[in-house]
């Protein structure tokens, strides 16, 4: 068999995927087979979309709010592409549109007022313009119904914080206030990495989508194989309950229970800092919100064939559209199966993934969306290594360390969960979201770390684990939006819920187990100590609740403002010492912001967020029960988007400090009075220049120790977090160069030197990982450049660490895994 694993886990992994593969090739062909009947049916139903868009009363229930988001709930309601030649401005307010109007009459109600006009460029789609900026005639009805205008270039599409973006520069976020908010107005650092620079990166992973965004640091691809483990700003964020969301909401119950897909994401967007005000239990570094792929009134079909460095394989598609004649039924099935090897010998890194969505839309005020997940992870554990076995190179990179009869890495996650909105007359807004998670997780590894290498030999101790996890999590809010006096109010009130199970077994080799790393000869299946159970069963309730304004006046000043209040309730038994532990906390968090629009497009900010994470345990000092983490943040920065471009420049400056810390003495008895501060700067750019896009981020994080049980730990580095990293990115299309069809891309990684604080020897001086450069490239061609006929048909060759720069991680000097070497993939894509 593959890699050499002749066991019967194995074959049944093989007929598993087999099986998943079978599943979604004939998903797809049927997929394939209606898409094909979708074609045919369009031709048939143009002429009535025609006479439709012209002439057909539909039923409007549009409040006064921003342009920018009434268009949006009007293409909802008629299935018309509604772009904006120049942009929207955020200032633009729409009196709104409610009653029966034709698709042309209610148009041209919503921008009464608003200084803006439109064309019909088809029978669905209209392009925004500026009266007197060539606005023209708003068209004139042909003979078979369809509007007749001229063709206007589309240079961007009316933007959804929960829905795609064109390129690479995100305009709009809900992460950072739960509301559709445009970013330059948003008093908070936010990155959003959208799915056209994951899909052109090539990432495999959350963290592999993150390696170009300020403040984010991670573990090396040999880690998020399995999770997504992330810091921001010095604080791990993947705690847990901590900072990983979807859809803006609590996604796991455990970092172990498998990390995100980000094929079957829209955008990630990256919220830095104290962010408890909106979503409860943080460590203060932030979120990670991964914002799913929903369903679509245009038709998209999608499918991907890859190969790659050690015999990757992959088929990946994705389907959306409406399932029904007039729109108010969507689908989307997005999916993958992928069967790989790995630069580790005898590692597996086969996923299977499918994600089906259903949008029910009944009219433009109501929409519920149900979203569900499968994802299926076979692979190997990367056990951590030495600090000295890695630095000198001792042990190969590629040197399988455990065991192939007893190592595995297999889990699988399910989802299932839906997000209900309606809008009452008056403008008032209804949003309510819930989700179940599940996961089961066989993780059984040899543990390396715990010696280290003697001659030859490596000493390895077997560790096995069978993790439970769920999490139940809901969130309900009205938003109301009015005017008073000169300002206008955008009032969220909410509360949310989070019910986390998670029920781990551990257990330990009866004693160490030889490698010799130069002439490796596996044992088999360890002794395993079944009497001692390691582990424990958690489980938690957060119920929170939250009030923010959004205050804009003299359409230059926005006034951020937030406070929540919250309930915690926890439980954990620990089988080995037979206790059980409870504990409640209650905590009271805010935010506040201030940003200046300048009509240039340049806008300061300056804000103040709070952040709180309860603990389970006793302080061995006092006796009690932990307190809960407390983090406070202070953030100046400024951003840069002229109107009508393609570009947001950011800078922030911080200050982030958490107490109430937990550290170990040197026998492990925890006591409360940690606290640890981190200062930095941040710089980010985002940006399209007609062929050219752009993203460069710079971060200087100084982020240190203040106060612990262990002396000599006091003003150092946090671990893994590196004082200075640099990253940019660059594609073109060659088209204007006399190469129609091809688009070349690179992109360059510096991540400094970090420290290890539990490395100090004798004389108080310190071990340091050594910093590191690296190098991606990219280059595709459009086979339409040949011939029209084969329009949606791409190859796209990625390459991830160009020079093969052999470079590792380290979370503390026992925790070291080696980096990703060159890894090359070619991807076969066609669209439809």
């Given at each position: 068999m593959r890699r050499g694993a002749n066991s019967t886990a194995g074959i049944r992994t093989s007929i598993r995927l087999r099986a998943g593969v079978a599943t979604f090739l004939t998903l797809t062909a049927v997929l394939a087979g209606n898409s094909v009947a979708t074609a045919q049916d369009t031709a048939k139903t143009e002429t009535q979309a025609r006479v439709t868009a012209a002439s057909e009363p539909l039923r409007f229930s549009i409040s006064a709010q921003p342009l920018a988001k009434a268009i949006v709930l009007f293409s909802r309601t008629t299935g018309i592409n509604i772009v904006s030649d120049g942009g929207i401005p955020a200032s633009i307010q729409s009196p709104g549109l409610s009653g029966s109007y034709t698709a042309q009459e209610g148009l041209s109600k919503l921008l009464s007022g608003t200084g803006m006009s439109y064309r019909f460029t088809g029978a669905r789609s209209v392009t925004l313009v500026r009266m007197g900026s060539d606005a023209g005639t708003t068209g004139s009805v042909g003979a078979d119904g369809s509007i007749v205008l001229d063709t206007v270039t589309i240079e961007g599409r009316i933007e959804s914080a929960w829905g795609p973006v064109d390129g690479y520069v995100a305009k709009q976020n809900a992460s950072a206030t739960k509301t559709d908010t445009p970013i330059i107005e948003t008093p908070q650092s936010i990155s959003v990495v959208t799915a056209d620079q994951i899909s052109d990166q090539k990432a495999t992973s959350i963290a592999d989508a993150l390696t170009y965004t300020p403040g984010v640091s991670m573990q090396s691809p040999a880690f998020s194989r399995m999770a997504d483990d992330v810091m921001m700003r010095g604080f791990n964020v993947a705690t847990g309950n901590g900072g990983m969301l979807r859809d803006g909401m609590k996604y796991q119950s455990n970092v172990y229970d498998g990390g995100q897909e980000p094929y079957g994401l829209e955008r990630v967007e990256v919220l830095r800092g104290a962010s408890s005000m909106l979503y409860g239990q943080l460590t203060p570094g932030g979120i990670v919100n991964g914002i799913s792929k929903r369903p679509t009134q245009t038709p998209l079909r999608e499918v991907n064939v890859e190969y790659g460095s050690y015999d990757r394989k992959q088929v990946s598609g994705d389907f959306s559209g409406p399932v029904n004649e007039d729109g108010t039924l969507l689908y989307r099935l997005t999916g993958l199966i992928r069967d790989a090897d790995n630069w580790v010998d005898q590692t597996p890194d086969d996923k299977v993934y499918i994600a089906p969505a259903l949008t029910w839309q009944p009219d433009a005020a109501t929409s519920l969306t149900v979203l569900a997940s499968y994802q299926h992870v076979n692979t190997r554990f990367a056990t951590p290594l030495s600090f000295q076995d890695v630095s000198t190179g001792r042990i190969p990179r590629d040197l399988f360390l455990g065991e192939p009869d007893f190592d595995r890495y297999k889990g699988d996650t399910y989802t299932i969960g839906y997000d209900f909105g309606h809008e009452f007359d008056g403008g008032l807004k209804l949003r309510h979201s819930a989700r179940y998670f599940a996961s089961d997780v066989n993780w059984d590894y040899m543990l390396a770390n715990l010696a280290p290498v003697m001659g030859s030999d490596l000493y390895r101790l077997a560790s096995l684990r069978h993790e439970k996890a769920y999490g139940v999590t809901s969130d309900t809010s009205l938003e109301k939006t009015f005017e008073l006096g000169n300002s206008e109010h955008t009032i969220l009130a909410g509360f949310d819920y989070y019910r986390r199970g998670y029920d781990s077994h551990r257990f330990r080799g009866t004693g160490f187990v030889p490698l010799d790393i130069d002439n490796p000869i596996y044992s088999g299946y360890p002794d395993i100590d079944y009497g001692t159970d390691r582990g424990s069963d958690n489980v938690s309730d957060q119920v929170g609740f939250y009030l923010q304004d959004q205050i804009k006046f003299d359409d230059k000043w926005v006034l951020l403002l937030g406070g929540r209040y919250d309930w915690s309730d926890?439980?954990?038994?620990?089988?080995?010492?037979?206790?059980?532990?409870?504990?409640?906390?209650?905590?009271?968090?805010?935010?506040?912001?201030?940003?200046?629009?300048?009509?240039?497009?340049?806008?300061?900010?300056?804000?103040?967020?709070?952040?709180?994470?309860?603990?389970i345990g006793i302080d061995a000092l006092s006796g009690e029960t932990l307190k809960p983490n407390e983090g406070i943040q202070y953030e100046a920065g400024i951003r840069y988007q002229p109107e009508g471009s393609n570009i947001l420049l950011s800078a922030a400056v911080y200050e982030l400090s958490q107490k109430n810390v937990v550290s170990y003495d040197a026998f492990g008895d925890p006591y409360q009075m940690g606290k640890v501060r981190s200062r930095g700067l941040e710089l980010e750019a985002r940006a399209e220049f007609g062929n050219l896009g752009i993203i460069g981020a710079y971060a200087y994080t100084d982020a240190k120790i203040l106060n612990s049980a262990n002396d000599w730990e006091i003003g150092q580095q946090v671990d893994m977090v590196p004082y200075h990293t640099f990253s940019l990115w660059a594609d073109y299309r060659m088209d204007d160069l006399g190469l129609e069809g091809v688009k070349l891309g690179g992109g360059v990684r510096y991540v400094g030197k970090t420290n290890m604080v539990d490395s100090i020897d004798l004389i108080g001086t310190s071990e340091h990982v050594p910093g590191y450069f690296l190098a991606d490239a990219m280059v595709s061609y459009d086979f339409a450049a040949i011939d029209k006929k084969f329009e949606g048909t791409k190859l796209t060759l990625n390459v991830r660490n160009l020079f093969d720069k052999e470079y590792f991680t380290c979370a503390g000097s026992t925790g070291c895994r080696y980096g990703e070497p060159l890894t090359a993939t070619a991807t076969l894509s066609y669209k439809w």
């Open positions: 926890s439980t954990s038994t620990s089988y080995q010492r037979g206790t059980t532990t409870e504990q409640k906390d209650d905590a009271v968090t805010g935010r506040a912001g201030l940003v200046y629009l300048f009509d240039n497009g340049i806008a300061p900010y300056v804000s103040i967020s709070q952040s709180f994470a309860p603990q």
